[in-house]
């Protein structure tokens, strides 16, 4: 076991886990965060998506052992952004989710989309979001969510 | 008896000092000057001028001929063509993975500079290390090399020995690399080094090697570049 100190949306959070505990399970099972979902745990599904340092990562596969001063931001923070904000009421305007497991590495991966391409083509939006599963197949709607983001922001 | 009598016979025999003295100065002199020529021939042949006989040191030695060159290239290249080391040079705008070399799942992107596109960075991924808990590999700054080291055609077959060699040796191509620095290319940079630490694959086996080690893959990349880095006829 090792203490970390962790800075997650802006606060410092102090964990004790064994160095090789992913990301993922910190944040869900020693900070009680469960917004960050877990799906394959191999980096397959992008459920677990949160930003590092504002990089979209796969949390399940990072070791806490390799975070440091890295900036977290998760799903429960991402609303204090701009572009979060503007993707969540794009999200709820557009009624995108159906199950709504996949959602949150969903907004995830897309306000790192509209960070860096302010206004994406169908083809930026399926390059970008391509690593993101959803077995309830929202894709559409994800598509036009992101869309309308993007007009707002 | 017989031994000890014709020693001290010999002994007493004082002219045969300085015909033994003069025998042993040849000696000194004629490896001394073999020496010299062959380390004037080294030194001239990588820098291009002859160096002052103060400056030579037991370090220098004769270069690898040409063909000694061209085996050597020849390890270098069966390395390279390696799953490890091609699926991260292809001609596509995708990266491949496995042994099979099949495209990279999700539809991952090379992106404007080898390192993925928005939301899905190489890096979304890969992390600083092999992920073995989970089969992800990872190195630092995990990316494509660029197109313009593409060690496949569009077809994803491997390029010949001469136009991978040729691309290499291409200063234009290869981010204006030397012989020198492209030994220490293959000797250190980190990506390169991952290759024979690849990590576990996602069932828990191991992922297969480059068909050399590193030691030899770096002893046949510095045969090569003493040679003068040649490349094989042909296309």
């Known amino acids: 076991m090792a203490t970390y100190q962790l800075n997650v949306n802006g606060q410092t959070k102090k964990v004790d886990v064994d160095p090789s505990t992913p990301l993922l399970w910190v944040l869900r099972e020693e900070l009680k965060m469960t917004g960050t979902k877990y799906g394959c745990g191999i980096s397959a599904c992008g459920a677990c998506t949160v930003f590092l340092n504002g990089v979209a990562t796969r949390s399940c596969i990072v070791p806490i052992s390799l975070i440091a001063d890295q900036k977290i931001i998760t799903i429960e923070g991402i609303a204090s952004d701009p572009v979060g904000r503007a993707v969540q009421n794009a999200w709820v305007e557009k009624d995108v989710v159906q199950c709504g497991y996949c959602q949150s590495g969903q907004i995830m991966s897309a306000v790192a989309l509209l960070k860096a391409t302010s206004k994406p083509t169908d083809t930026n939006i399926e390059e970008s979001m391509g690593g993101n599963l959803c077995r309830c197949a929202t894709y559409v709607r994800i598509r036009e969510a992101i869309k309308m983001a993007a007009e707002t922001i | 008896m017989t031994f000890r009598r014709e020693a001290t016979m010999l002994a007493n025999h004082r002219w045969l000092s300085p015909i033994f003295l003069l025998i042993l100065v040849s000696f000194v002199t004629s490896i001394a000057l073999s020496t010299r020529a062959n380390n004037a021939y080294w030194v001239s042949s990588e820098s291009g001028t002859d160096v002052p006989a103060r400056e030579i040191t037991p370090r220098m030695r004769v270069p690898p001929n040409l063909a000694q060159g061209l085996a050597g290239w020849d390890q270098v290249y069966s390395v390279l063509i390696s799953p490890r080391c091609i699926n991260c040079h292809t001609a596509q705008n995708y990266p491949q993975q496995g042994d099979d070399r099949h495209r990279h799942f999700a539809n991952v992107i090379r992106g404007e500079e080898g390192r993925g596109v928005p939301a899905l960075r190489c890096i979304t991924c890969h992390q600083e290390v092999n992920a073995d808990s989970t089969g992800v590999p990872g190195g630092p700054d995990w990316h494509l090399a660029p197109l313009s080291m593409q060690w496949q ?83």
Do not use: Y
């Not at chain 2, 290759?195 to 030691?215: C, I, Q």
């Not at chain 2, 045969?223 to 880095?229: D, K, Q, S, Y």
């Open chain 2, 153 to 235: 055609d569009k077809n994803d077959r491997p390029l010949s020995s001469a136009a991978v060699c040729g691309q290499i040796t291409d200063r234009k191509r290869n981010e204006n690399m030397d012989g020198k620095a492209l030994l220490e290319h293959h000797s250190e940079a980190a990506l390169v080094l991952w290759a024979w630490n690849p990590g576990r694959r996602p069932d828990g086996s191991m992922r297969t090697l480059p068909p050399l080690s590193h030691a030899e893959f770096v002893n046949a990349t510095r045969t090569w570049v003493e040679a003068g880095t040649p490349c094989p006829r042909g296309r």
